[in-house]
Nanobody, 119 residues
Framework: QVQLVESGGGLVQAGGSLRLSCAAS????????MGWYRQAPGKQRELVAT?????NYADSVKGRFTISRDGAKNTVYLQMNSLKPEDTGVYYC???????????????WGQGTQVTVSS
């Protein structure tokens, strides 16, 4: 089994910064990509940023958020600057993992961490 544990969410004023972390552990053979998604109240989950060696960002966060990965630690980070109230939501970590018992990469998700940006 593979577990993803997130940390770093919280309450911040508009214009502030937060840094999210997500560490993967368990029966991991390889990770092809890690990323962050978010879900605002009443809305569908949406992509924020992914890192597969190449980075990809939602248009709404380009220039404000930075995703980075530490392969040795199986950890992904999301540095969020210039936060806006519309960034509020539950942020979920995702990893595409080839575990010890599989021949395919499977999606794993963290439990989510709340980010609230006040105006």
């Amino acid at each position: 089994q593979v577990q993803l544990v997130e940390s770093g969410g919280g309450l911040v004023q508009a214009g502030g910064s937060l840094r999210l972390s997500c560490a993967a552990s368990g029966s991991i053979f390889s990770i092809s990509a890690m990323g962050w998604y978010r879900q605002a109240p009443g809305k569908q989950r949406e992509l924020v940023a992914t890192n597969s060696g190449r980075t990809n960002y939602a248009d709404s966060v380009k220039g404000r958020f930075t995703i980075s990965r530490d392969g040795a630690k199986n950890t992904v980070y999301l540095q969020m600057n210039s936060l806006k109230p519309e960034d509020t939501g539950v942020y979920y970590c995702n990893a595409k993992v080839l575990d010890d018992n599989s021949h395919y990469y499977n999606d794993y998700w963290g439990q989510g961490t709340q980010v609230t940006v006040s105006s």
